[in-house]
């Protein structure tokens, strides 16, 4: 099935660039705050208490569910509110256990540590404490960056890790609340699986301090919230926000541009999307492009989905290309839907092999890659949406 790609030159927007337009309301691809982030008002509350009592949590969820902003809003605004202590640091690009240190150390000392930092005698007993060498730098933004001053064994880092952690301890007087989120948790498990033990024993002996674990790969942090984590306090998992809050926000969003969105409108994309909010936004945002009247129609979101696919065609062919034949059958296959059933006879035959083992040795590669997901009730489906409509308008 082919599609054909619309015209997107300064010509044929010109009349549209003669006068002014209103801003696109929608934001994606990076943390959405304000008007821009969207319900979860029972998650967000719970993460406050959380980090203001000194209590530890874990969530997980699947990529462009809002953790990443959720996560930056809970932070914020217990900073705010409480004059909370906090940091955040993702694991994300860590590539080994020196690597997960570094990324520690240096938002311990830009975040919970920060406030600290103008008393030079305060901050320099505190450093002085430490077991490990350690010099601070400025990077490009003012911020100190952590560099430590000597090598060590690989098996030192996780004494350098706890040490670190440790410092929080330190700062938990009673009068301030104190928090550490590690977003991409899942990393330091796949460096080296004995990490998330370390910060289980790390969190029974940090009384007053909050850690948060975070991460988008569903099966590590499952694995990883049944063994280490399992008992380390709150565990909250994020699910699709409802078509019902949805619908009105982008609605909402629309009115703020300048434009209007009629329910069904909504719906259109929120089905196009599967509901996972950062594509549900992406998607309004070129609706909301190709709307050049006051209104965003159907007509305009199939516009914007023709003229997204064409932005990611180049990445979604290359990612096919460096599949293996099965793989890339498999992901074909699913480009029809959710399939509950990848051992059945009927999906068999759609990828074109007679044996089990293939299928299933399929799926857990492109699960690995990150491409395929388990929903919530159980069938594989393509982690990408508008990957999963290339493929289908592809085939």
């Given at each position: 099935m082919s599609y054909?790609?619309?015209c997107y030159t300064a010509r044929c927007y010109t009349n549209r660039y003669n006068s002014f337009m209103p801003e696109n309301p929608y934001v994606f691809g990076s943390p959405a705050s304000g008007l821009s982030f969207v319900d979860r008002e029972v998650e967000l509350d719970t993460l406050t208490t959380l980090l203001r009592e000194g209590r530890n949590g874990v969530v997980k969820s699947p990529r462009r569910y809002g953790k990443t902003s959720l996560l930056s809003l809970a932070i914020s605004t217990v900073r705010e509110r409480d004059r909370g202590r906090m940091g955040?640091?993702?694991?994300?690009?860590?590539?080994?256990?020196?690597?997960?240190?570094?990324?520690?150390?240096?938002?311990?000392?830009?975040?919970?540590?920060?406030?600290i930092r103008g008393s030079t005698a305060a901050f320099a007993e505190m450093v002085k404490s430490i077991r490990f060498g350690l010099s601070l730098a400025m990077d490009h933004?003012?911020?100190p960056k952590v560099n430590f001053?000597?090598?060590?064994e690989s098996e030192e880092w996780p004494e350098v890790i706890s040490d670190v952690i440790r410092l929080l301890a330190r700062l938990a007087d009673g009068k301030r609340p104190v928090g550490l989120v590690i977003d991409e948790f899942q990393r330091a498990h796949e460096l080296d699986p004995s990490l998330p033990w370390?910060?289980?024993d790390l969190v029974d002996n940090l009384p007053g301090v909050s850690l948060v674990f975070?991460?988008?790969r569903r099966?590590?942090?499952e694995q990883i919230s049944q063994g280490a984590l399992q008992r380390i306090g709150t565990q909250m998992s994020l699910p699709p926000i409802p078509l019902e809050i949805m619908g009105v926000f982008l609605a909402e969003r629309a009115a703020a541009g300048g434009k209007k969105m009629q329910a069904a409108v909504a719906e259109r994309i929120y089905e196009l999307t599967e509901g996972i909010p950062n594509d549900v936004q992406q998607l309004a945002f070129w609706s909301f492009e190709a709307a050049t009247a006051g209104e965003i129609g159907a007509d305009h979101v199939e516009m914007g989905l023709d003229r997204l696919l064409a932005i990611e065609e180049d990445g979604f062919s290359s990612l096919v290309s460096r599949l293996g034949d099965v793989q890339a059958r498999v992901l074909a296959a699913l480009s029809a839907g959710p399939q509950p059933h990848p051992h059945g006879a009927a999906f068999m035959r759609a990828v074109g092999v007679t044996g089990t083992s293939s299928v299933q040795k399929a799926l857990a590669a492109l699960e690995a890659k990150e491409a395929i997901e388990l929903t919530p009730a159980g069938a594989w489906r393509i982690s990408n949406p508008f990957l999963r409509h290339w493929l289908y308008r592809r085939d």
């Open positions: 054909t790609k619309r955040m640091v993702s694991l994300a690009g860590a590539l080994d256990v020196r690597g997960v240190a570094n990324k520690l150390a240096t938002e311990v000392f830009r975040g919970p540590l920060g406030g933004d003012g911020k001053e000597l090598a060590r370390l910060f289980k975070a991460g988008s099966h590590l942090m």
